[in-house]
């Protein structure tokens, strides 16, 4: 423990100062949004630009549990791993056609040209 006096005043309240702005930076940190870029807080213009749904879509997804969301008060918020997730298991993956589709579809052509 440091004995304040006369004489250490400066000394003692410049350190008692160095102790506030560690305090705060410590409390800003806690209440700062996660900022790793696959797990962090997602405002609704992002996710207008990750989904390409408008504002009014994205609030009728959210009031039906369509879309994964959270509210802070009464703030709309996206979790970004979430919501990426989310997208993935609504994306479709188009498959090329198989060869023989295509050499069926050529086979059945060719017949045809024949007639």
Do not use: C
């Amino acid at each position: 423990m440091f004995e304040i006096n006369h004489n250490n005043l400066p000394e003692a309240v410049s350190l008692l100062l160095e102790k506030l702005e560690n305090l705060e930076t410590l409390l800003q940190q806690q209440h700062a949004p996660q900022t790793i870029e696959s797990d962090r807080i997602t405002d609704l213009k992002e996710v207008e630009n990750l989904t390409g749904y408008g504002k009014s879509k994205i609030y009728k997804l959210s009031s039906t549990d369509g879309i994964p969301h959270k509210l802070m008060g009464n703030r709309l918020v996206f979790s970004r791993s979430e919501l990426l997730a989310w997208l993935e298991t609504i994306t479709v993956n188009r498959q090329p056609k198989s060869k023989s589709v295509l050499s069926s579809i050529a086979h059945s052509a060719a017949n045809k040209s024949r007639r």
